[in-house]
């Protein structure tokens, strides 16, 4: 086993059997990885390897397992668990050689790093005499496999025990005329599978254009929340997915919308797509009205050290500008000198055209007014309630 390097060293103890069943357990994980891949032709090719490898290994699986006990099957399983653990922190020198030749490599490790131990495992079956399979998986297992999945679960599994699942096999597949829209009429469109996911949702994440048409013109509601309590537009903000956006756009929906999970506002999301070089969503959003206001987009420049762009949008601030002065505040006792120019400009701006008394009492302290806004009952320029 010497020359295996660190899957000889993790398995020198294994009897026979026990190097199969290990085997066994990577070939699960292959399988898994392997529909994982993002590009169709990829994915149906790293499915068929793996499918071949574990059918090398189920003839003798059947047998090995066959003597086992389920709590016997149940330890085996713990401890592969516990060396393909070990064995992440050596890699096989053709993983490595995998990554130094492609760095894209890295961003595939849950496929690549089962992949050489499977490598290994074929070689130990080559020792024993054992033949490679051959062929090409069945059709309905192929299907399966290669379906487009989300956090892992195909619609079959994100949409099970719902209304939702016969509808939800007419999305993320393949049609025999392309542009051909699937019809939803009558579908439960309200309902929800895991995690809150929607139909409109299982259409972006696949990019199926034609499905998520159809199911606009459905009548399908674009300010109910969908995946993770967050609306579409929301969703599509966040993933910098424009044409989705301006198609809920264009039907109406609103830019303004909140959803549950942090930033929770569709414009905080296109804001950090923004920082990253991608602005077409925030752009979409405002030519559609999206509130800086609404958004509290004051609070986000502020919490992220970009001070000048609170500057920038002056003439829209509509807030409360007693909280934006405690804010400010707290942001200058602890800024770098690079910041305080913008931010004493602001708090210059707040004491003259809001009439904003600095230092600022805690906002616990101060009672607000009909409009929600904080008081500062000793301030001058403070309006009254």
Wanted: some cysteine; aromatic content about 8%; charged content about 25%.
């Amino acid at each position: 086993m010497r020359d295996q390097g660190m899957f000889g060293l993790m398995t020198m103890d294994m009897d026979i059997p026990a190097r199969i069943r290990f085997c066994g357990f990577v070939s699960g994980i292959l399988m898994s990885q392997a529909a994982e891949a993002a590009d169709p032709a990829l994915r149906e090719n790293r499915v068929g390897e793996a499918w071949r490898y574990s059918e090398r290994l189920t003839p003798l699986l059947t047998v090995i397992n066959s003597r086992l006990s389920a709590s016997e099957l149940e330890q085996s399983t713990r401890e592969h668990s516990q060396v393909m653990g070990l064995l992440s922190y050596a890699p096989d020198p053709w993983l490595v050689e995998q990554m130094e030749q492609d760095t894209t490599a890295i961003a595939d490790l849950g496929y690549l790093f089962p992949a050489s131990i499977a490598r290994r495992c074929d070689s130990l079956l080559d020792d024993m005499g054992i033949a490679r399979a051959e062929g090409t998986p069945p059709a309905d297992l192929l299907a399966a496999a290669t379906a487009f999945r989300w956090s892992g679960k195909t619609g079959a599994e994100l949409f099970a025990d719902t209304g939702l699942l016969p509808w939800s096999a007419r999305i993320c597949v393949e049609r025999a005329t392309p542009l051909t829209a699937p019809d939803f009429a009558g579908a439960p469109l309200e309902q929800r599978g895991i995690d809150g996911i929607s139909l409109l949702d299982w259409a972006m994440e696949c990019d199926d254009a034609e499905a998520f048409a159809a199911l606009l013109d459905a009548g399908f509601n674009t300010d109910e929340k969908g995946q993770f309590g967050s609306p579409p537009v929301f969703v599509a903000a966040d993933s910098n997915w424009p044409k989705f956006l301006g198609r809920l756009l264009d039907a109406g929906a609103n830019p303004n919308v909140l959803g549950d999970s942090f930033p929770n506002v569709p414009l905080r999301a296109a804001d950090f797509q923004k920082q990253d070089g991608h602005r077409e969503t925030w752009d979409m959003l405002r030519a559609a009205g999206a509130s800086l206001d609404y958004a509290n987009m004051w609070e986000h420049w502020l919490t992220f050290g970009r001070s000048q762009e609170i500057l920038d949008h002056w003439d829209e601030f509509g807030n409360d500008p007693v909280d934006l002065a405690w804010r400010v505040s707290s942001v200058l006792e602890r800024m770098t000198a690079r910041d305080i120019g913008a931010l004493e400009e602001i708090k210059r701006r707040l004491e003259t055209q809001h009439g904003v008394c600095f230092p600022v009492a805690s906002l616990m302290d101060l009672r607000r007014n009909d409009r929600g806004f904080y008081i500062q009952p000793d301030c001058p320029g403070e309006e009254t309630p």
